[in-house]
């Protein structure tokens, strides 16, 4: 499998403030990695740093197997695609514009701007004045600028967080099609359904720590207790622990006609963030 990003022992101080400590991780080709944290927990520094916008204090980054801090060849940037919250548009052109622009600078054909507008949901806006977009609409034009060149990886920092849930579900729709046609995904959000429908893999990160890493499936099994939420007739909602004894009332239920619903308690990756670290991602 091709390691497209691979941080060893990465620390971020600012002054005598550490804002990230003894980072770890590995991102494989094709994954979309999610890394969770609330606020001030260290998700823009890292970004920021794997992007070369910042320089690390120690540790060592490698993205496309190499050194971050000599990545400075245009070749390179052009196969890295970036959303974050200083990414600029020009206020006083259209958002065809803006994007022709960037067509030119990253050599990438006009046509492509009518294929990201429909991804973003903002097709029949092309003409309309940056300075005339809610705050929504320019986070998805600086999307649509993010995917215009197709990059080998894509860094999305808190990509849906000015969104309504229809546009958060289109923009969802259009990084996983950006996916599967070969685009790796850095994605930092708090939102941690987000998380659950796009993730290949996550991260928690407090405090500038790592606490852990895996699917979201894996996280939720190790944490899971095993418990089932039953609702029975006449007799309503409870929990029950798996054992022989649950068994036996579940099938004199089920004989009975009056087993109305059964699940199994999963934790969602949010009550296991509270777990790990007492505190909500919000
Ligand atoms: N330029 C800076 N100078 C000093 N401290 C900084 C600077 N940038 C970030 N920090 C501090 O580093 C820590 C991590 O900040 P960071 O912006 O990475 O958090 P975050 O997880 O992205 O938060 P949010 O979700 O609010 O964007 C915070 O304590 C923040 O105050």
Same mark, same amino acid.
């Given at each position: 499998?091709?390691?497209?990003?691979?941080?060893?022992?990465?620390?971020?101080?600012?002054?005598?403030?550490?804002?990230?400590?003894?980072?770890?991780?590995?991102?494989?080709?094709?994954?979309?990695?999610?890394?969770?944290?609330?606020?001030?927990?260290?998700?823009?520094?890292?970004?920021?740093?794997?992007?070369?916008?910042?320089?690390?204090?120690?540790?060592?980054?490698?993205?496309?197997?190499?050194?971050?801090?000599?990545?400075?060849?245009?070749?390179?940037?052009?196969?890295?695609?970036?959303?974050?919250?200083?990414?600029?548009?020009?206020?006083?052109?259209?958002?065809?514009? !803006?994007? %022709?622009?960037?067509?030119?600078?990253?050599?990438?054909? =006009?046509?492509?701007? #009518? +294929?990201? /507008?429909?991804?973003?949901?903002?097709?029949?806006?092309?003409?309309?004045?940056?300075?005339?977009?809610?705050?929504?609409?320019?986070?998805?034009?600086?999307?649509?600028?993010?995917?215009?060149?197709?990059?080998?990886?894509?860094?999305?920092?808190?990509?849906?967080?000015?969104?309504?849930?229809?546009?958060?579900?289109?923009?969802?729709?259009?990084?996983?099609?950006? !996916?599967? %046609?070969?685009?790796?995904?850095?994605?930092?959000?708090? =939102?941690?359904?987000? #998380? +659950?429908? /796009?993730?290949?893999?996550?991260?928690?990160?407090?405090?500038?720590?790592?606490?852990?890493?895996?699917?979201?499936?894996?996280?939720?099994?190790?944490?899971?207790?095993?418990?089932?939420?039953?609702?029975?007739?006449?007799?309503?909602?409870?929990?029950?622990?798996?054992?022989?004894?649950?068994?036996?009332?579940?099938?004199?239920?089920?004989?009975?006609?009056?087993?109305?619903?059964?699940?199994?308690?999963?934790?969602?990756?949010?009550?296991?963030?509270?777990?790990?670290?007492?505190?909500?991602?919000?």
């Amino acid at each position: 499998m091709e390691t497209i990003i691979e941080v060893n022992g990465l620390v971020k101080a600012f002054g005598n403030k550490r804002a990230l400590s003894n980072i770890n991780f590995t991102i494989n080709k094709g994954e979309i990695f999610g890394f969770l944290g609330p606020s001030g927990s260290g998700k823009t520094t890292t970004v920021k740093i794997l992007t070369s916008q910042l320089l690390a204090t120690g540790g060592t980054v490698n993205v496309f197997g190499q050194e971050i801090r000599k990545m400075n060849d245009a070749d390179h940037k052009r196969r890295i695609g970036i959303l974050t919250d200083n990414s600029a548009l020009y206020e006083r052109l259209t958002i065809q514009d !803006n994007l %022709e622009m960037f067509c030119s600078l990253y050599d990438v054909e =006009n046509k492509r701007i #009518a +294929e990201v /507008l429909e991804e973003v949901n903002l097709a029949n806006d092309r003409k309309t004045l940056v300075k005339k977009l809610s705050k929504g609409m320019k986070q998805r034009v600086m999307l649509a600028r993010a995917m215009l060149h197709k990059p080998d990886l894509l860094f999305l920092d808190e990509p849906t967080s000015a969104l309504d849930p229809v546009n958060t579900l289109h923009i969802h729709e259009g990084l996983r099609k950006l !996916n599967r %046609e070969g685009t790796t995904i850095f994605l930092t959000t708090h =939102n941690m359904s987000e #998380a +659950e429908s /796009l993730c290949n893999r996550v991260a928690f990160i407090h405090e500038g720590v790592i606490k852990t890493i895996g699917t979201p499936e894996e996280l939720r099994l190790q944490h899971s207790d095993d418990s089932l939420t039953v609702t029975v007739k006449e007799e309503g909602r409870m929990i029950l622990q798996q054992n022989e004894e649950s068994a036996r009332r579940i099938a004199g239920w089920m004989q009975a006609g009056k087993l109305l619903s059964i699940h199994s308690n999963e934790p969602t990756l949010g009550d296991i963030f509270v777990q790990m670290t007492g505190r909500e991602l919000q």
